[in-house]
């Protein structure tokens, strides 16, 4: 009976930690796909849900990010704030992406996002450095 309600507590506590894992995963830039057009889902599921802190894992350590023609190059700290501060003001509803192309080692997406009442363009300029693809140019503009 001990043993059953050991192996019981064990296989309850492992889910959570699963999950945990599974999201901590699921957040960091993987090794450049196949098709390069599926760095996009991840980075797309953040912007729509508002995710300043997982999007961030896909930026370069320093990168240009314009929001609302506040241009600026910044690092991944600096760049995640200005973020998160966009999301702060203006709540992600829906992002789709409209249109992806590129090279093997350069792709980018034009957007669209829904926020706050208002619709944006958006537009991510990824470049890939030893198989990582990482967000190195972000524009967010009013549509």
Partial sequence: ?????????????????????NYI??????????NGD???????KYIAS???????????????IAVLARV???SRAQARQIVKTFFDTYKPRSFVINHT???ANMK??????????ETFN???????????YRIKQLKVERF
Avoid: H
């Fill in 1 to 21: 009976m001990k043993l059953r309600i050991l192996a019981l507590s064990i296989i309850l506590l492992a889910g959570p930690v699963a999950m945990a894992q």
């Fill in 25 to 34: 995963k699921s957040s960091v830039p993987a090794a450049a796909p196949e």
């Fill in 38 to 44: 599926d760095v996009f889902i991840p980075i797309s």
């Fill in 50 to 64: 508002g995710n300043a802190e997982a999007l961030s894992a896909w930026f370069a350590d320093n990168l240009e």
């Fill in 72 to 74: 600026s190059d910044a």
């Fill in 101 to 103: 192309a590129g090279r």
């Fill in 108 to 117: 980018y997406a034009l957007g669209t996002l829904k926020a706050g009442g």
């Fill in 122 to 132: 958006v537009t991510i300029f990824l470049s890939c450095k030893d198989g990582t």
